[in-house]
Each structure stands twice: as structure tokens, then as C-alpha cells.
Nanobody, 128 residues
Framework: QLQLVESGGGLAQPGGSLTLSCSVS????????IGWVRQAPGKEREGVSY????????YYADSVKGRFSISRDNAKNTVYLQLNSLRPEDTAIYYC?????????????????????WGQGTQVTVSS
């Protein structure tokens, strides 16, 4: 059973930083693309970033490009999302997700059940 557990959310000031972690278990970590999806109140889910299993290729949504950075540590079965230069519009619940198909993260109509694994989410609030 795929399990993903996020941590590291919280309150940050505009321009500040946070680091999100996603600890995964129950599956062969190296065979899945792991990524982050966020959802703000009243808005659609947005695939923020992912890192592919095959070659560690990364993807970033235009809204976070140059500010967020994703990495994975296969030895620790953990994926990290470094959030820098945070803006109020980054406020959302951030979900860690896993799937064998990387393009799942690009589907604007994505649903949690579409993914092989979906975490419980961690709240990120950016406010002064």
C-alpha cells in the first residue's frame, strides 16, 4: 500500500522560505514519479513540481519556476520541495503524490484517486 506523509508546512512571511518533505513507503520508491500538487481555496488543483523516477528530470509550473526546487533522496525514500521567495498566492494545501506516469501532474482536471498515491496534505500560509 502506497503511503505518503508530508511535513514542513507552516506560516511564512512574503519573501521567506519553507521546506516540505514527503516520506514514502509501501512501494518501490525508485520506480515512481513523485511530485507536489497544491490547492488554494476556491481554485483548481495545480501540479507544482515533480521529479521523474527514470532520470530525475524535474518539472516546475510557471508560477513557481525559479523559486521552488524539488529533489529526492532515494536512500531515505524522501522527496523535498524547497520553497523560496514565497508570495501570498503560494498559500495553499500542498499534497505529495506518486504515479508511474509523470504527465498526471499536468492534468488540470486531476483528482487524488487518479494517482497511485496521495498524501494527507500540509498547509502553507504566506502572510505578513
Amino acid at each position: 500500500q502506497l503511503q505518503l506523509v508530508e511535513s514542513g508546512g507552516g506560516l511564512a512571511q512574503p519573501g521567506g522560505s519553507l521546506t516540505l518533505s514527503c516520506s514514502v513507503s509501501g512501494f518501490t520508491f525508485e520506480t515512481y514519479t513523485i511530485g507536489w500538487v497544491r490547492q488554494a481555496p476556491g481554485k483548481e488543483r495545480e501540479g507544482v513540481s515533480y521529479i521523474r523516477s527514470s532520470d530525475h528530470t524535474t518539472y516546475y509550473a510557471d508560477s513557481v519556476k525559479g523559486r521552488f526546487s524539488i529533489s529526492r533522496d532515494n536512500a531515505k525514500n524522501t522527496v523535498y520541495l524547497q520553497l523560496n521567495s514565497l508570495r501570498p498566492e503560494d498559500t495553499a494545501i500542498y499534497y505529495c503524490a506518486a504515479d508511474r506516469v509523470a504527465t498526471m501532474f499536468l492534468d488540470p482536471s486531476m483528482e487524488p484517486d487518479d494517482f497511485d498515491g496521495w498524501g494527507q496534505g500540509t498547509q502553507v500560509t504566506v502572510s505578513s
